[in-house]
């Protein structure tokens, strides 16, 4: 049996005692009301749900002013019109396998709540398996986590629960976000609550969960989409199970829904911000850590600027380089510069092409100029490459042609299948390169160039 399959063992005991509480509780209830009639008004049942509401994983879409994006709308206002016509950027490996995770999730999620109805009418989920055992247990470890906050508390009762769930913050700007995980949650002091728990399946960022403004705004979304329930508060979890830290995996934040109320005042004034914000002035732009998933990255000046400030002081140790001597970096300079190499080379190709744009505009920035790259003489191109190669060879050149290269590996392989050749291929000794010890390839030893032990 997988660690997942016990985890749906585990849910289903958990499931099945929590039905016999209820069954006893709600059989005391009535016993209780038919002796004395009870003046407290009923609870409206939850209303019935529209099937668009809820989506999986890999079709949501994602709002302008989204949940997910808040932190950089908030932060930076100008990315939100800047990045208008801006196309969404093909999903990459990672996020691939962020979808993946949370596909699979969902899928487990499904059969273990199927008896509510919020979760009935999922339809979204697809049959797939973990991609690999790592994958299995991180995600067997958030169901169990989700178990342990709803079906295996025994202090609370499901009243209902929902996967992959549309929560609408403002219907009149378009703000949404999706949930991963929602339950609604009965406290013995008789109040409902919502408790959300979002999974995060990248290990390269540690998130949060105070003054996390994507939970504020599922939280305010949560009580906006579900009125009825008169919610008294939400709790926001956040599942985060490929980081390592002393805390574990989960960590959350608490909301009463009085203070909900303001906070939901805020982001809208926010977004009005962002919405109402001039992409052409500079003032409306900040860049920091929430320029991550910022589709504007690529050709924004204020982040380029950004990361060249943050190493511009580390390049004063360069100074020495115009005296003709090797520069002492400090160990810090170093991990600094090689830590943002890729950033640092992004940034002077998009300071380039803004310079570039500004002189084709007629606007020269002051201090820069336009130059001719390199000029490379060539063959000439008005006349036939045979005629020139007779004349090479009337002029004593014995082969005006250079052997023809192998064709790539990948053009062989697509039109003879592939490992076809393998015989044919060699490994050549790899070139060292310099990298952070924090990369994921093995070490090699610089004296041998062999891999160290
Ligand atoms: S990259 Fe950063 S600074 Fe530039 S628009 Fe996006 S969030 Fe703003």
């Known amino acids: 049996m997988g660690r997942s399959d016990a985890v749906i063992e585990r849910a289903k005991k958990a499931a099945g005692q929590k039905r016999a509480t209820r069954k006893k509780t709600s059989a005391k209830k009535a016993k209780k009301s038919s002796s004395k009639k009870s003046t407290s008004k009923a609870k409206k049942p939850a209303a019935k749900k529209k099937k668009e509401e809820t989506i999986s994983h890999a079709d949501r879409a994602h709002a302008l002013l989204s949940a997910s994006g808040s932190k950089q709308w908030i932060n930076c206002p100008g990315s939100i019109n800047a990045g208008r016509d801006i ?101 013995p002091d008789g109040n409902l609550y919502g408790l959300i728990i979002d999974l995060k399946y990248g290990s390269g960022v540690f998130v949060i969960a105070k003054d996390n403004p994507q939970l504020e705004y599922y939280a305010c979304a949560l009580i906006e989409t579900f009125p009825q329930y008169d919610l008294k508060g939400v709790k926001v979890h956040i599942f985060q199970p490929r980081i390592k830290c002393k805390e574990g995996p989960g960590r959350w934040d608490y909301f009463p829904a009085e203070d909900l109320k303001l906070i939901r005042e805020e982001i809208l004034h926010n977004a009005d911000i962002a919405l109402n914000a001039d992409p052409k002035d500079p003032s409306n732009f900040e860049a920091g850590e929430h320029c991550r998933f910022c589709k504007c990255k690529d050709s924004c000046i204020t982040y380029a600027a950004h990361h060249v400030k943050s190493v511009e002081a580390d390049f004063a140790e360069f100074d020495e380089l115009e005296k003709g001597q090797t520069p002492e970096l400090s160990h810090d300079t170093v991990l600094r510069i090689l830590g943002n190499k890729d950033k640092i080379k992004k940034a002077i190709e998009i300071v380039e092409k803004y310079c570039f744009e500004m002189a084709m505009q007629g606007h020269l920035i ?43 590996f990948k053009d062989v392989d697509d039109e003879i299948g592939k490992k076809m050749c393998e015989d044919l291929k060699e490994q050549p000794e790899p070139e060292i390169a310099i990298a952070l010890s924090s990369d994921k390839r093995p070490e090699v030893d610089a004296t041998t160039g062999r891999l160290k032990d």
């Open 87 to 187: 196309p969404e950027p093909p999903e990459g490996p990672w996020a691939a396998e962020g979808t993946h995770a949370h596909e699979y999730s969902e899928q487990l999620l499904v059969q273990i709540f199927k008896d509510y109805p919020g979760v009935s009418e999922y339809t979204g989920h697809k049959e797939i398996e973990a991609k690999d055992r790592e994958m299995s247990n991180f995600i067997a470890a958030y169901v169990t986590y989700i178990l342990n906050q709803t079906l295996e508390n025994e202090k609370v009762e499901v009243v209902d629960v929902f996967i992959e769930k549309k929560l609408t913050l403002c219907p009149e700007r378009d703000m949404y976000g999706t949930a991963d995980f929602i339950a609604i949650i009965k406290a």
């Open 366 to 408: 002051p201090g820069t100029k336009c130059v001719h790259k390199q000029k490379r003489k060539r063959w000439r191109t008005d006349v036939e490459v045979d005629e020139i190669a007779k004349s090479l060879r009337n002029r004593g050149v014995k082969n005006p042609y250079k052997e023809p290269q192998l064709i790539p």
